[in-house]
């Protein structure tokens, strides 16, 4: 509750109002076209359904807005991360509430961009950026996935 405090003052203080709500990526409560950008960070790992997850997002976005997002992903194959991945995934779903250590993210979200997906399965329509990089110090989640989609 102090960190949404604190962040609610520093926002006032820019001119801003936040609101906060409580909700599931997988059926957000808001109407369509209702935001000019969505920030998800290590979000979906731990949803039951990705592709219902970035349907939502695509549904509240306008047209031209962007999705940011930041997630830890599935290893390199035959990488010795991915074998700990591999190893830990199950361990790792059910203490840390669903969240899967071996989900190939970025990779879906690169194929939910126009061009790459299969006609009505597009839910973006340009991949602006993607990259892929390792955060030693955050292992077993180490492998990092960030990039900017547009609608």
């Known amino acids: 509750l102090g960190e949404r405090l604190d962040a609610s003052k520093r926002a006032k203080e820019c001119g801003l109002k936040l609101n906060w709500v409580k909700g599931d990526i997988q059926q957000l409560p808001f109407g369509d076209g209702s935001f000019d950008a969505v920030i998800m960070t290590k979000v979906l790992c731990s949803v039951t359904d990705q592709r219902i997850a970035l349907q939502e997002i695509s549904r509240v976005l306008t047209k031209g ?40 993210t970025d990779r879906l979200i690169e194929r939910s961009v126009r061009g790459a997906a299969d ?28 990039g900017i989609v547009t609608k």
């Open 65 to 104: 807005g962007r999705l940011g997002y930041v997630e830890h992903v599935a290893a390199d194959q035959g990488s010795f991360l991915e074998a700990q991945q591999l190893v830990m995934d199950p361990l790792q779903q059910a203490i840390a509430g669903n969240c899967h250590l071996h989900r190939d």
């Open 119 to 146: 006609g009505q399965d597009a839910l973006f329509d340009r991949l602006e950026s993607a990259d892929r990089y390792q955060v030693w110090q955050m292992w077993p989640i180490t492998q990092q996935a960030a």
